[in-house]
């Protein structure tokens, strides 16, 4: 492994490739729910701490939204699973943006759960 990770689950980079690694997981999240991040996580997981949570981040958090999806389809009768497919597109997006820079965005509950993985 050819990183550091703290106490607190905080990950250093090792590497450009890491980064790409890492966003492609979100990015892919958008396209093929947690297929792409779960192939990602499957290659890189003993290679990179960093890609490995990110990837994981990716799955966990497409498979909570598609179970809140189901449950806000029901209230609203559909329409609020728009919305919430189009705020998880913007988000995924951004958090695969931050990752691909470096960064170590935390996603509330989410984060927690990856990190006792």
Known sequence: MNEQQS????VAPASENDKLMAGLGYWLSILTWC?????IFLI???ESAFVKKHTLQAVFLSIA???VNIVVSFVTFGLGSLVI???Y?????????????????????ITD???KV
């Open 7 to 10: 106490a607190g689950g905080a």
């Open 89 to 109: 597109l913007v988000y995924a997006a951004i958090l695969g943006y931050q990752a691909y820079q470096g960064e170590d965005p935390n996603i509330p509950v």
């Open 113 to 115: 759960m990856v990190a």
């Open 65 to 67: 939204l598609f179970v």
């Open 44 to 46: 890189k997981k003993d």
């Open 85 to 87: 497919s189009l705020v």
């Open 35 to 39: 297929i792409g991040p779960l192939i």
